[in-house]
């Protein structure tokens, strides 16, 4: 069982927009910053969004982060089908371990 | 460019030790924290810990303290992750990672390695 909770799994066609959420208590998001991962199939975890929202150079900016008390946000836009990966948020936690959601599938129809 | 390049797969029998590394290149080696990140097959990502090579400082994971030992080597910008005596529950493919802090912030781990698979079966 994870620290973070994101849904299994999400889908949306070519093209759409998609939020993923992550949700987590005081201990851990309520205050600290949350990341975002991608990972594609096959392949190390990718950082897609840190200190809640800042991209990475050379992510473009079609994903974006929020943070809002306990509770986090990944959204893309412009869906593509190389945009199928597992997605995961991280933070810190206050029993000093970082700690991850347990990840979404994105499937895009 | 900013890397980590990992040491290759290990297949190693119950009860046997082992000691994976992770090379970083492009940036200073001594000035930031990395880390060591498990996945099991098919499932998500476990923080294990962390070493600042600058000092050797390391932090581990409450669920892995006791379990691993975390190191490093700053003369050859390497860092190490070891088991004493494996066991099949240690299967997985892990990753080192760099890791972002911002004072005593978390901020997200921004460079990782490509990942050394563990295989310990009899």
Redesign the interface.
């Given at each position: 069982q994870?620290v973070l909770t994101q849904p299994p799994s999400v889908s949306a066609a070519p093209g759409q927009k998609l939020t993923i959420s992550c949700s987590g208590s005081s201990s851990n998001i309520g205050n600290?910053?949350v990341?975002w991962?991608q990972q594609l199939p096959g392949t190390?975890?990718?950082?897609l969004?840190?200190?809640n929202n800042k991209r990475?150079s050379g992510i473009p900016d079609r994903f974006s982060g929020s943070k809002s008390g306990t509770s986090a946000t990944l959204g893309i836009t412009g869906l593509q089908t190389g945009d199928e990966a597992d997605y995961?948020c991280?933070?810190?936690d206050s029993?000093?371990?970082?700690?991850?959601?347990?990840?979404t599938k994105l499937t895009v129809l | 460019e900013v890397q980590l390049v990992q040491s290759g797969a290990e297949v190693k029998k119950p009860g046997e030790s082992l000691k994976i590394s992770c090379k970083g290149s492009g940036y200073s080696f001594t000035s930031y924290w990395i880390g060591w990140v498990r996945q099991k097959p098919g499932k998500g990502l476990e923080w294990m810990g962390i070493i600042y090579p600058g000092d050797s400082d390391t932090r581990y994971s409450p669920s892995f303290q006791g379990q691993v030992t975390i190191s490093a080597d700053k003369s050859i910008s390497t860092a190490y992750l070891q088991w004493s005596s494996l066991k099949a529950s240690d299967t997985a493919m892990y990753y080192c990672a760099r890791q972002l802090w911002f004072g005593v912030n978390f901020l997200g781990m921004d460079v990782w390695g490509q990942g050394t698979t563990v295989t310990v079966s009899s």
């Open positions: 994870s600290n910053y990341s991962y190390a975890p990718k950082l969004i840190y200190d990475p995961y991280g933070t810190w029993r000093l371990s970082a700690v991850f959601g347990g990840g | -």
